[in-house]
């Protein structure tokens, strides 16, 4: 059992940046591959960014590559999603997410999932 508890979310004008945080605690952090993902209203669960047990390995969303940056800290039981340059079309609840073995796009198939953080891009 893995538990997960998104932080860092709030309102920002368009362009700006926040740090959202998953703090992990429960089974060993270092064994799960790990994703981000948003939902906006009315809108389907989708993919941001995903990231290997190790670090290595990191996969983003087109919508998102180049603005936004996911990490980990498995000493600190952390996972980190760097957004910049924000845009009013960012705005949703974003969500971490854990799986054992490899990180996915597909939310389905993830065993793990925070309760949420609300980000606002204002235009």
């Known amino acids: 059992q893995v538990q997960l508890v998104e932080s860092g979310g709030g309102l920002v004008q368009t362009g700006g940046s926040l740090s959202l945080s998953c703090a992990a605690s429960?089974?060993?952090?270092?064994?799960?591959?790990m994703g981000w993902f948003r939902q906006a209203p009315g809108k389907e669960r989708e993919f941001v960014a995903g990231?290997?047990?190790?670090?290595?390995?990191?996969q983003y969303a087109d919508s998102v590559k180049g603005r936004f940056t996911i990490s980990r800290d498995n000493a600190k039981n952390t996972l980190y999603l760097q957004m910049n340059t924000l845009k009013p079309e960012d705005t949703a609840a974003y969500y971490c997410?854990?799986?054992?073995?490899?990180?996915?796009?597909?939310?389905?198939?993830?065993?793990?999932w925070g309760q949420g953080t609300q980000v606002t891009v204002s235009s």
């Open positions: 990231i290997s047990w190790s670090g290595i390995s990191t």
């Open positions: 997410a854990a799986r054992p073995g490899v990180w996915s796009t597909s939310a389905g198939v993830y065993e793990y």
């Open positions: 429960g089974r060993a952090f270092s064994r799960y591959a």
